[in-house]
C-alpha cells in the first residue's frame, strides 16, 4: 500500500470558520508533511512531522496549526483563515534512513476555499 | 540555501514525438533528484527519481540523466502519449536528517502532447 490518504477533498470555509484537514499512510513512514500549493506552482512546504515532533515549520502563520497524534496521522486545523489561504493543501509522506533519502509519497490534496 | 531552475515552463509536442525537461541546482550537497507529474485536480505522482552517484536511470519511455559537475538533470521522454500531458516538476534535496526529506521544486512544466 503505497498510500496517502486525505480528507476532506473539497472544503469551503467562511473566515470565521473552524475546520480540520487529516491525512492517514499506513507505509510505516516516520516523516509526514504538509504542502500548500496554488495554481500554476510548485507545491510549497509548510510543516513536517519527523518521529511525531514538529520539525520543520517554514514561517506559517499560527492560523494554521499543525498536529501528529500518531505515526499514521497528521491534521492541519485551520482557524480564521483568509481568502488568500484558499489552495490545494497536499499531505505528503517519507521515511529516510541514514544517508540514504527515501521518497516523498504524496496524496491527491485538499483544495480549501475560503470565502 | 538550494535553488532549482526549471525549464521550459511549457512545451507542446506531437504524439510519438520526445520530450526534454531540463533543471539546474544550486547546491554542491543535494544528492537526491525526483521528478512528480501532476495531472488537473490531482497530487503530485513520483514518476523517476535519481542519485548523485548514478548518472543516468532509465523506466520505459522515461529517463533521467545528472550532470554532477554542471550541476543539472534532464527528464526525457520518448514516444509520447496524449496521457502524458500533465504539469512536472524537478526537485532535489540534501541528505536527509533523520527521517525527513526537504524537497527544493523547480517551477514546473505544463507539457502538452498533441494527439
Known amino acids: 500500500d503505497t498510500e496517502v490518504t486525505q480528507t476532506p477533498k473539497h472544503l469551503v470555509m467562511g473566515m470565521t470558520n473552524k475546520k480540520s484537514l487529516k491525512c492517514e499512510q499506513h507505509?510505516?513512514?516516520?516523516?509526514m508533511y504538509w504542502y500548500k500549493q496554488k495554481a500554476k506552482k510548485p507545491p510549497e512546504l509548510m510543516f513536517v512531522?519527523?518521529?511525531?515532533?514538529?520539525?520543520i515549520n517554514e514561517s506559517v502563520p499560527s492560523r494554521f496549526s499543525p498536529e501528529c497524534p500518531n505515526s499514521s496521522l497528521l491534521n492541519l486545523h485551520l482557524h480564521a483563515l483568509q481568502p488568500e489561504d484558499s489552495a490545494l493543501y497536499l499531505c505528503?509522506?517519507?521515511?529516510?534512513?541514514?544517508?540514504?533519502?527515501?521518497?516523498?509519497?504524496f496524496g491527491e490534496g485538499s483544495r480549501l476555499t475560503v470565502l | 540555501g538550494e535553488n532549482v531552475e526549471q525549464h521550459p515552463s511549457t512545451l507542446s509536442v506531437q504524439e510519438g514525438d520526445s520530450a526534454v525537461i531540463k533543471c539546474t541546482y544550486s547546491?554542491?550537497?543535494?544528492?537526491?533528484f525526483p521528478w512528480y507529474k501532476q495531472e488537473l485536480g490531482k497530487g503530485p505522482q513520483l514518476i523517476i527519481d535519481?542519485?548523485?552517484?548514478?548518472g543516468e536511470k532509465k523506466d520505459q519511455r522515461i529517463a533521467v540523466t545528472l550532470n554532477k559537475t554542471a550541476k543539472h538533470f534532464s527528464l526525457h521522454i520518448t514516444e509520447t502519449q496524449p496521457e502524458d500531458s500533465a504539469v512536472y516538476f524537478c526537485?532535489?534535496?540534501?541528505?536527509?536528517?533523520?527521517?525527513?526529506?526537504?524537497?527544493?521544486f523547480g517551477t514546473g512544466t505544463l507539457l502538452a502532447v498533441q494527439p
Open positions: 505528503a509522506s517519507s521515511q529516510s534512513t541514514g544517508v540514504v533519502t527515501g521518497e516523498l509519497f
Open positions: 507505509m510505516g513512514h516516520r516523516a
Open positions: 512531522y519527523s518521529y511525531e515532533k514538529l520539525s
Open positions: 547546491d554542491s550537497a543535494s544528492n537526491y
Open positions: 535519481i542519485r548523485s552517484n548514478v
Open positions: 526537485a532535489a534535496s540534501r541528505p536527509p536528517w533523520g527521517a525527513t526529506n526537504k524537497l527544493i
